[in-house]
Every structure is written in C-alpha cells, then in structure tokens.
C-alpha cells in the first residue's frame, strides 16, 4: 500500500540568497542566470519519492527576501511542517539573516517545524564567506538539518528537500497517520549534516522517536 | 500645460495605448520637465543601494527582450541602477521596494533620457509614495480596499477567494509595482502605464481587480481540485494578453441595433450644456461606452418584457416587472439614482469628469473615434527603444488559441514559462522525484485575454463602484497623506515635491491600522456611514496638518461638478436606498459582464431595455407633477432638456414621493 503525505514548506532567508532558484532547481531542474526578485510569495508544488511506498507532496512557499516583506512571513511559515532557511556562502551577513529567521520560527512557527538550513551557491566556493564548520556548528547547537547547496550546479538540492521529507514527523514515524500534517510525533531537533547523509538510506536513522 | 484627461483616458483604452505618443505625454502626465538636475548633487550613498544593486543586476529578464544578449542587458542593468540611485539619492527620505525597479525599467525604456530622471521623481513622489516608506503597511491597505471591491463586484468569486487566503495577498506584486514585475513583454506594459498614469492613483486597484475578475472559473475550477496555493499562482501571474480588441468586435453593431425611441429620448434627454471644462472631443463619449453603461442602463429599466435571461437573472432579487405602478418606479429608480451617485463622486474624487449624459448614450456610436485605426499603426511601432517590433514579440501561435476562433496573436515568453513554472503541478525533472499527480496541469492554456477590453472593464469597474462607494471603506483604510487623497487632476493641488518626500515617512498618516469591524460590511447595511463624509474628513485631514490649498481645491473641485453638493446628493442617496441592493444587484451583472468578456449579444438585447425608455415612461407623471410643485420645470422634454439649476434643496422634500421625477431632474440640472 503506497501512502501519500502532503507537507507545506516555506523557504526563508535573505535577499538574493538564491531561495527561488533553488526552488526551481528542485521542481523544474532548471536554472537562471537572472532569475527575477521575487514579490511577495510564490507557490509552487514538487512530489519526491522516498521509497517503493512512499511519496511525499512538498507545498511550497517561496518569499521575498527584502526586509520590508518581513510582515508577511508568519502568514506562510505559520502552518508550515517544514522551513528551508537558505544562506549564501559568499555572504556572511545572509547567514546571519538566517540566525534572525530561525529564531523567529523557533519562537512562533509550529513547534514541531522541521528547519533546514541551507548554505547555497556552493559553485562559488572560490568567494566563500561562510565556513562550512561555522554554519553546521550553529546548526548543530540549534538542532537543525544542514546542507550546501548550489542551485546552478543542482548539488545537494534534491538532496536537502527528500531528506526533510523523511525527517518530517509523520513520514519518519510509522504510528503517524498518512495525509495530515506533522502534529504526531515530538520535534526533531537534532543537527544532521545532510551532506553526509545524501548517499546513504536511512530513512529512519535521525529519527528521535 | 493642461491635459486633456477624459480624451486621454479614451485613448488610453484603445489597442495600442498611446503608442509612440506616450514618450511625450507620460511627463504631461506626472508634470515632469526636464528640469537642470542641480540639486542633484548629493553623493551621499542611500540606504537602500546594497538592496537596490541586488536587484538591478537581475533585472531585465522580461523586456526589452529574452533575446538580449548578456552585454545589452548588463548596460541596461547598469543605466536602471545609476537612474534608481540617483532618485534615492537625490530624495533620501524614501524608501526602497523591490519592483521599483521593475517600474523603473519602464520608464527608462520608454522616455527620453533627459526626462527619466524628472518622471521618476513625480512618479516616486506623487504615485508610488504610499509604497515608499518603511514598510507594507500601506499596500496591505489596498489589498483590503481590493478585497472589498472583489466583494462588490463579485460576491461568489469573494467568498471563493475567502477561502483559501485572507487578503488577496497575489494582488500584491500587481498592486506594488503597477504590473509592471509580471507582464511579459515592454509594448503591454506600456499600455498598461498609459492606462494608469493618466487616472488617479487608486485605478491600479481596480485594473488588479478585473483581472481577478476575469479568472473566476479558472479559480473555481482549483477550488474544485482543492488546490489553494495554485489559486495564488493563478492569480499572482498575469492572463495572457493581446494588446487588441475583442474578436469579433461587438460594439460597432449595437448602437446600430438600438431602438429609435432610444436615440431620441436620447437627445431629447441629453442635456444642451454641461457646464464642464471644455471638452476637445465633439462627441463626449465616456471613457467607457460599452457594457457597463449599457448595463446601467438598462439595469434599472421598467418596461420590457423581453428581457434576456441574462438580464433577468441579474434583476430578478430587487425588483418585478409592473411597469405602471408607481410602486415599482420608486423602487426601481434608488439603485438608478445610486448609480448616479457614483459617478458623480467619480468625478469629484477622481478627476474624471464622465459626460453626464454618457449612460443615456446607448446611441453613441461609441468605437467610431478618429483614433483607433492611428492607434492601431502606432501599435506597430509602438515602442519607444525601437529595438523591439511587436511582430518580434508577438508571434502569433496556434497552439496556444484555446479555442477563439480570430487569428489572435499571442505574447510568447516568459509568461508562459512562469506560468507553467508556477502553476502547473509538476512533473518531475529531478531523479528523486516522481509524479504522483499526473492528473494536474490545470493551466496548460490559460485564456487569452484582450488588454483593451481587460482595461475598458477596469474603467467600468471603477465608474460603477467608485473610490467612494462606501462598501470599499477606503477613508476607513487609507489615511489622508496616501497618494490616493493627495493626488489630483489639477497639478497645483499636489503637495509640493518636498512635502511630499516628508509624507512618505509618515505611515500614520497613509494608512490606518487594520480594524476588521471598522470594515466588515457583511450585513452590508452601510447607510451609518457613507464613505463620502469619511472622504470628506480626510481630506480636512489633509488641510488639518497645514495644506490649506488642498481644501480650496477640494472646494473648487466640487463646484465644478455642478449644481449639487456632495452632502444633498449623499442625503438623497440614504433615503433612496438600501446599499446592499443595488450591491447585490449591481454585483450580479458585473458577475455576469466579466465573465466571458465579450458580450456583444448580451449587450444588444439589454440595450432594448434602455432605461430611457422607462425614463420616458414616468417622464409624463413625473414632469406633470414635479412642474406643479417645483414649479421650475417647464414642460416635459424641453424641461429635461433645458437645464434648469433646480437648487437641491428642493428636491430633499419631494424625494420620498417623486424619486423618478428627482432622478429626471438629476438629468435635467445637468
């Protein structure tokens, strides 16, 4: 019997980090060399398999990264069961954006949110700003999931988002029921350095419960 | 310099808009002169350039052209930042948005460069103003200025929408950046921005709102799927558009088809001076002839019989047939009178100066105008940076004619590739990921939508549920110093440009909090308050924080639309009716105009229904009566047509009794 989970997932993060191209990236497999700024949302839906039985249907809400459409972030974080909150590694003031916005969810989003936090433009390696030891440190003390990512190149971007899948809640744990949200299961909150993890199947091995 | 308004608000509906025209008339349009730049000098760097940079260097993706190459694009990158930074710095108390630069690009692309400097600068201050403090704040006033209108002029498709979002949140992009982040090619754009700049400030929200109009049964069909994010896709992308006219062009017929007796209770009705500004357009034909004044028309018609089902179906909850009782003449004639009443405040709001008789002009022939067939050449080369032809830009492709039968051209582009980005369910690109919903892609082909007729339903919109129509609340929503009170037809009520640049950090003064019971007009018996005196207030508002030309001008304005005040007309207006009636009626035929947009079949038979034909009928016991008691009108038709100054006093007594003969006598102080 195949079951079918369906998760709402928001992508937050500074201006330019690349939040839209990754999102296209992971839903079209396509990239832009201008990709445009992005007003107010996006929304855009992406299915993963996990396994045989398993698919997983992500709702995406893409925002804006300008501070002033800060406002209208807990509209679509507020009953999201997973954030993508993306830094760019050439910037090392996007990573501290990034602090501002997990603490934001931590503090009003759901509480069993999954967050992963994303350092993208990894083709840029070259300007790197962002140590990967500094960014999986402070994901590690925050429990969070971890990645790199470069949209343009496609590394680790499949990756981050099949990962979340099978760490939300209802998907990790047998005992949830298929088709509703995450509100099963205790919060995961532990560091997990996707990087790693890509290659291996585990599907259940970061699961707390 | 003066600008002819309602000749340009014509034009601007016309396919093609200004055409090439609009290089010179955008700055009559925003009073920008090329002005030495002196005081420019500024070099101190503004906040907002590290955000301003990241947003110039992806720009460009739309227009001019997807086939620019890498060199042409960073140049234009380069002039769109050196423009921006210069505005910002030049006037530091605004605020950067993202989409500004998206509205930029426009008028670079379009205006002289000795002007782009000097129209940005009218355009940021007396425009995007609202948009150019410190926050949203002021947008999401609009956002719930267009949710009241989407109720108004939709109520099913509002509660739709209610449904899956609080606000119309995929307006927002529309709203903020005068469409300008999502229409795919530069000559639409263009059009749109000559539609836009030569009306007040608040069209933009009607424009928004007739697009979501227009897709009701795309959104009924994801209600359907049960897909409430894709209805946010659907409508934060654009329809696609061609800049032409309806197929097969219904209007030239109709005036044809319209009865005798409707051409000349027409004239006999149509009053001999109008006492307006002159107009330079020998026929007055309002910037909307078509349906919607047609529509009015006939809404409130009394004889008839032969209705449409259509038509029946719109009137059926307020009122029944009986010509002859007096009972159904008063009834009918409140929501008639409103409907009066909004143009009226239009005008006065607005600056639009409808011809008064333009709903008793179903005769006109409205699209017989001297400046189509120009427009339509200019059309061809209708851009400004020549680099691009419309022919380039818009091949004409089969596969995407969902069914029109007229050879349509199609805007290519981006705009596809967003939509299908955006609102298709995916297929899926990446190894991981399968299709688990091969059933989707519910917007393959999106309908193809005519830019002028989409423009001319806006207009519609806007002169049936004017910005004073109490059910939209906007003085409950924006405040006083919002571009919407501030700005003018007439220049020299504009605050000057430096009271202006203060007003933008003052969000209290723009918008006010959000207060839902402030708003809630859901049992839609808004009589208490009347969005006219709110009006009123906020414009003493206005003249309370030192403006004092604003109230004079306030004060000229309504002496300039004739003979009755604001207040006599709103105290006719409470008496008359009860809002939700006419909204409720008014809300079904917009309903049932937007729908396929284009309805020329609908519009003859309503046409048959003219309310000048009832007018006609009460005339007899109406002027009778009324020349006894008021003892001013002389004698039927030559007394409607005469124009007599009835003081509007006169009419508050007799109003319960003789609304028809107040509804005439509307006409007749005309």
């Known amino acids: 019997m195949s079951k079918q989970y369906q998760f709402k997932l928001v992508l937050l993060g500074e201006s330019a980090v690349g939040k839209s191209s990754l999102v296209l990236r992971f839903v079209k497999d396509q990239f832009d060399d201008y990709r445009e700024s992005t007003i107010g949302a996006a929304f855009l839906t992406q299915t993963v398999t996990i396994d045989d039985q398993t698919t997983v249907k992500f709702e995406i809400w893409d925002t804006a990264g300008q501070e002033r459409y800060k406002s209208l972030a807990p509209m679509y974080y507020r009953n999201a069961n997973c954030a993508v909150v993306v830094y760019d590694i050439t910037q090392s003031s996007s990573l501290e954006k990034a602090r501002t916005w997990i603490r934001e969810l931590q503090r009003q989003a759901d509480p069993n949110i999954v967050i992963a936090l994303c350092g993208n433009k990894t083709d840029l390696a070259a300007r790197r700003q962002v140590t990967q030891d500094e960014a999986k440190k402070y994901a590690e003390e925050e429990g969070l999931m971890w990645a790199e990512t470069s949209a343009k190149s496609g590394e680790g971007v499949t990756e981050v988002f099949t990962a979340i899948a099978k760490k939300l809640p209802s998907v990790a744990s047998p005992a949830a029921r298929p088709g509703a949200g995450t509100r099963t299961g205790p919060g995961a909150r532990q560091g997990v350095d996707l990087n790693k993890q890509a290659g291996t199947q585990g599907q259940n091995e970061n699961c707390n419960c | ?183 795919p090619t530069l000559p639409l754009i263009q059009h749109v921005f000559d539609y836009l700049l030569c009306r007040p400030p608040i069209a933009v929200v009607y424009l928004a709102t007739a697009i979501v109009l227009s897709r009701k049964e795309e959104v009924r069909r994801l209600m359907e799927e049960d897909e409430d994010g894709m209805i946010h896709s659907l409508l934060s992308s654009l329809p696609t558009l061609v800049d032409e006219p309806d197929p097969p062009p219904p209007i030239p017929d109709d005036p044809s088809t319209s009865p005798i007796p409707t051409e000349s209770s027409a004239s006999a009705l149509r009053p001999q001076s109008n006492g307006l500004p002159v107009r330079s357009s020998p026929s007055p034909l309002p910037q909307s002839v078509d349906d919607t004044d047609i529509t009015i028309v006939a809404d409130p018609e009394l004889d008839s019989p032969q209705n449409t089902e259509s038509v029946e179906q719109t009137k059926i909850p307020t009122f029944s047939p009986p010509p002859e009782s007096d009972l159904t003449l008063v009834d009918s004639d409140p929501a008639d009178i409103v409907v009066q009443e909004e143009k009226d405040k239009v005008e006065e709001v607005d600056g639009i100066v409808p011809p008064p008789e333009q709903h008793l002009l179903p005769a006109e022939k409205p699209l017989i105008d001297p400046e189509p067939s120009l427009i339509a050449e200019d059309d061809v080369s209708g851009n400004t940076n020549g680099s691009i032809t419309p022919t380039k830009l818009l091949p004409s492709i089969e596969e ?230 008021g003892g001013s009108a002389s004698t039927g038709a030559a007394g409607m047509g005469g124009g007599t100054g009835e003081k509007a006093s006169e009419t508050d007594a007799y109003y319960q009794a003789l609304l028809p003969i107040i509804y005439l006598k509307r006409h007749n102080n005309r």
Not at chain 2, 58 to 87: C, M, N
Not at chain 2, 139 to 165: C, F, H
Not at chain 2, 479 to 497: A, H, I, L, M
Not at chain 2, 560 to 571: D, I, V
């Open chain 2, 400 to 629: 995407a004619n969902n069914g029109d039968s007229t050879t349509q051209l199609h805007t290519e582009h981006r705009d596809t590739h967003k939509t299908l980005i955006t609102t298709t369910p995916f297929s899926s690109p990446s190894p991981s990921s399968a299709p688990s919903l091969p059933s989707a892609e519910p917007n393959t082909t999106p309908p193809t939508l005519s830019l002028p007729s989409l423009l001319t339903h806006a207009s519609n919109l806007q002169i049936l549920f004017p910005p004073t129509h109490p059910s939209l609340h906007l003085s409950q929503i924006m405040g006083p110093q919002s571009v919407v009170y501030t700005w003018s037809e007439n220049f020299r009520e504009w605050p000057n440009d430096n009271e202006a640049e203060a007003m933008a950090t003052r969000m209290d003064l723009i918008v006010y909090p959000f207060d839902p019971d402030a708003e809630d007009d859901s049992d839609e018996d808004a009589d208490s308050v009347t969005d006219e005196e709110s009006y009123e207030e906020a414009r003493k508002g206005v003249h309370g924080d030192g403006d004092k030309k604003r109230e004079k001008g306030g004060r000229k304005r309504n002496k300039l639309t004739k003979s009755r005040s604001w207040k006599q007309r709103h105290k006719e207006k409470r008496r008359s009716e009860k809002p939700h009636r006419h909204t409720k009626r008014l809300g079904g035929i917009m309903d049932f105009a937007f729908s396929p947009f284009r309805h020329g079949k609908v519009e003859r038979k309503m046409e048959k229904r003219t309310m000048l034909a009832g007018a006609v009928v009460v005339l007899g016991i109406a002027m009778a009566l009324y020349g006894t008691k």
């Open chain 2, 1 to 183: 310099m003066s600008v002819n308004w309602d000749t340009l608000r014509r034009h601007s509906l016309q396919p093609g808009g200004f055409g090439t025209d609009r290089a010179h008339i955008w700055p009559q349009l925003l009073n920008a002169h090329s002005a030495p730049s002196s005081s420019s000098s500024n070099s101190e760097p503004h906040r907002d350039e590290n955000q301003i940079s990241l947003d110039t260097s992806r720009s460009f993706v739309l227009y001019p052209s997807t086939s620019s190459s890498f060199s042409e694009r960073e140049s234009l990158q380069q002039e769109l930042h050196g423009l921006i930074v210069s505005l910002f710095r030049k006037r530091p108390k605004l605020s950067y948005f993202q989409g500004y630069h998206d509205i930029v690009s426009v008028l670079m692309l379009t205006l002289p460069k000795d002007l782009q400097l000097a129209c940005l600068e009218k355009l940021s201050l007396h425009w995007l103003r609202d948009s150019m403090g410190s926050g949203l704040e002021p947008v999401l006033g609009l956002l719930r200025v267009t949710k009241n209108l989407i109720k108004l002029a939709d109520p099913e498709l509002a509660s739709m929408l209610e449904q899956s979002t609080q606000l119309p949140f995929f307006a927002l992009s529309n709203l903020l950046t005068l469409f300008s982040h999502d229409t």
